[in-house]
Each structure stands twice: as structure tokens, then as C-alpha cells.
């Protein structure tokens, strides 16, 4: 296939940056991994960062092809993060197969990233429900109008149906679909990653000993 002549890749070439905010040594990290991220999450928010829980989760379909999209942390609990989505999504199929996955937060502002991997399991139903219940009266109803991952003519037919949902929920309490949920990712490694001058990073790596079941921390070559 002929390449084709882009005008951003001039700009792609010329785009510098040093990274010289933050350091990570040794000493600055908790032995466990959670508060670690903890603290680095909770330094986000206070940048002011409106998508500090946002998060990459990377998945793998049945053909073995990785496939990649944000979703948002909602709570550290049940020994990971939790997230919620449709089940019947492309992503929860992936799950289903294949229950393995990664995490990646990054971000910009302190020159931080978080790669994470581990697996996915189900929430307890209760803890959906209790979830559900606190969306906005519109995000509940849009979480029935949604048929995720599923093709549509166009964006009039994906309005049409959340207007006739609006008005078969008016005026009440609706109710969690059975088709939505919550789940939560399991790390067994971590990795935090400073960024420093000349690309000689700090990068911090959690792996969990299944044997002992503790944490062993490593530092990683940029």
C-alpha cells in the first residue's frame, strides 16, 4: 500500500517534551501497591484533573486480537478497582472469554502513568444495584435504551428509543437491567512510572508472589 503524505507528521517529529516534575525512588513508595495508588490517584484529583478515574481496560477477543477503551474507576473495594457496563457489550464478551485484562491511568499533568495487570470478576448484585440506584434519573434510564455494542441505523434511532424509555419511566423509580453491572479487576502486577529527563524514567514494579501472598517491588530499566 502506497504511504500516504500527512501533514501532521511534521508536527509529530517536532513534538519535544522533558519530563522534570516528579521523582519516584524507592523510599517514596508504600510496600503495598494499593495505597501507593491511592496516593497518586488522590494527587490527580487534586490537580483538578476532571478525568482522574479514567482509566484504559484492555481486553483480548476470542481471536486472540487485543481491543482497548476508557471506562471509569468507580470504587477500590472487594480487593480491586470496580467499573461498571453493559453485559452484553464487546468488551463484557471479552471478559467472558477470557476473564485476563489490563489497566492503564495516565496522567499528563504530573508526568504519571499506572500500567496494571490482573483479572475480572463479577460484583456482588447487591453492589450493583446500590450503584445503580445513585445515576442521575437519565443515565438509569440510558442503561435501557442501550443495547451496547450493537449495531444501529443511525443516531436518530438510538435518540428515538431513549425518548420512549424517558417517558415509560417517567415519574418513577427504574429499576437496574438485568443486562447491567459491575465488575472488579484483581491486580496481580503493578507498575508505576515517573517520568524523568532524558528519558531515563522511573519505573517502579509490584508483582504478587501467588506462593507467599505478598507484594515483591523491583525497579524496572526505562
Known amino acids: 500500500m502506497k504511504d500516504q503524505k500527512l501533514t501532521v507528521n511534521p508536527l509529530l517529529n517536532s513534538i519535544r517534551k522533558e519530563y522534570e516534575i516528579h521523582v519516584l525512588l524507592e523510599e517514596q513508595c508504600h510496600k503495598d501497591p494499593v495505597i501507593q495508588f491511592e496516593r497518586w490517584l488522590k494527587d490527580a484529583i487534586d490537580t483538578g484533573d476532571d478525568h482522574a478515574n479514567a482509566m484504559v481496560l484492555s481486553t483480548v477477543q476470542a481471536n486472540g486480537m487485543p481491543d482497548s477503551r476508557v471506562v471509569l474507576l468507580r470504587n477500590i473495594s472487594y480487593g480491586g478497582f470496580t467499573f461498571y457496563t453493559n453485559y452484553k457489550s464487546k468488551k463484557a464478551n471479552d471478559i467472558n472469554g477470557n476473564s485476563k485484562a489490563s489497566l492503564l491511568f495516565f496522567w499528563k499533568e504530573l508526568e504519571r502513568q499506572i500500567r496494571i495487570q490482573g483479572e ?13 440506584r445513585e445515576r442521575p434519573f437519565e443515565s438509569r434510564v440510558g442503561a435501557w435504551a442501550s443495547q451496547q455494542s450493537s449495531e444501529i441505523k443511525n443516531r436518530k434511532e438510538l435518540d428515538d428509543v431513549f425518548e420512549n424509555k424517558l417517558k415509560e419511566f417517567a415519574g418513577q423509580d427504574v429499576p437496574r437491567p438485568e443486562h447491567w453491572g459491575g465488575y ?36 524496572l530499566m526505562p
Not at 475480572?120 to 445503580?132: G, R, V
Open 120 to 132: 475480572i470478576k463479577f460484583l456482588p448484585t447487591k453492589e450493583s444495584d446500590d450503584y445503580f
Open 184 to 219: 472488579v479487576f484483581l491486580p496481580s502486577r503493578y507498575e508505576f512510572w515517573q517520568g524523568r529527563p532524558s528519558r531515563l524514567h522511573d519505573r517502579i514494579q509490584y508483582q504478587m508472589d501467588g506462593t507467599k501472598k505478598i507484594w515483591n517491588r523491583t525497579r
